[in-house]
C-alpha cells in the first residue's frame, strides 16, 4: 500500500503565508511527478502545482509568483510554500503522486486525504 499524508493547512490571514507538506510512505520503487491540487466549495479540482522528479515545475496561472512547489526525493516528501494568499486560495488541498511501486506494475495515481487552507481576516 502506499499513503500520501499531508500537513500544514490551517486559518490565515489575507497576504500570509502557509506551507504544506505531503509525505508518501509504503511500499514505494519510485515517484514520478507530485503534485498540490485544490477544490474550492461548488468548484472542480483543479492543478495549483506540479513538479516532476527532475525538478521541472508547472503552475496555474491564479498561483504563479505566490506559490512555490519543491520535493525532497530522499524523503519522498513535496512541499507547497503558499506567500501573499488571498480569499480565493480558500480550497481544500489534495497532495498528488505518480508513484511506481514495483517494476511489475505500471506507475499509479495517489492522493492524500486534503488539508483545509482558509484565507479570511
Known amino acids: 500500500q502506499v499513503q500520501l499524508v499531508e500537513s500544514g493547512g490551517g486559518l490565515v490571514q489575507p497576504g500570509g503565508s502557509l506551507r504544506l507538506s505531503c509525505a508518501a510512505s509504503g511500499s514505494i520503487l519510485s515517484i514520478n511527478a507530485m503534485g498540490w491540487y485544490r477544490q474550492a466549495p461548488g468548484k472542480e479540482r483543479e492543478l495549483a502545482a506540479s513538479?516532476?522528479?527532475?525538478?521541472?515545475?508547472n503552475y496555474a496561472d491564479s498561483v504563479k509568483g505566490r506559490f512555490t512547489i519543491s520535493r525532497d526525493n530522499a524523503k519522498n516528501t513535496v512541499y507547497l510554500q503558499m506567500n501573499s494568499l488571498k480569499p480565493e486560495d480558500t480550497a481544500v488541498y489534495y497532495c498528488?503522486?505518480?508513484?511506481?511501486?514495483?517494476?511489475?506494475?505500471?506507475?499509479?495515481?495517489?492522493w492524500g486525504q486534503g488539508t483545509q487552507v482558509t484565507v479570511s481576516s
Open positions: 498528488h503522486g505518480n508513484i511506481r511501486r514495483s517494476t511489475w506494475f505500471a506507475p499509479g495515481d495517489y
Open positions: 513538479i516532476t522528479s527532475g525538478g521541472t515545475t
